[in-house]
């Protein structure tokens, strides 16, 4: 058995999984709120107001800028078109097929050798843990 602590292991999976979800995020040359934009947007169209709502329970990270203003990003890029509702273009469908796919390697990455009966007893321990420290979302 280790001798490392729980929080020692928690927070090097964390440092893990970040630089692994930074890269891809970076390899594709969006940021984490454009990621979060375009995924909601993968389940059809929405105005800002809707995006900022599905968007609103998310963590907030030191390097998102506003919705608005990573919306005008994506759409000067031609991925987001806005008349009316903001969409998915052709060009944004496919950069979101993309980085599904590098996410879901990462993830296979990640759970490799793990059974789904260890995933879900991982993920059910860690939320009462949560619940311990006063997380209630």
Partial sequence: MST???AYWLALVDRLVE???TGALDEHGVTRMQWRILTALGD???SAEQLDASLADL???DDDATTAEQLSELVESGWVS???AYRLTERGETARSHIVEAVATLRATLLTGITEDEEA?????L????????WDA
Avoid at 121 to 125: E, F, H, N, S
Avoid at 127 to 134: I, T, W
Wanted: zero cysteines; glycine letters at 14%; proline letters at 7%.
């Fill in 4 to 6: 490392r602590t729980l």
């Fill in 19 to 21: 630089r692994g979800f």
């Fill in 44 to 46: 059809g169209p929405a």
């Fill in 59 to 61: 963590p907030a990270y």
């Fill in 82 to 84: 806005a008349d009316g």
């Fill in 121 to 125: 007893a991982t993920i059910a321990l």
């Fill in 127 to 134: 939320e009462r843990m949560a619940r311990n420290l006063g």
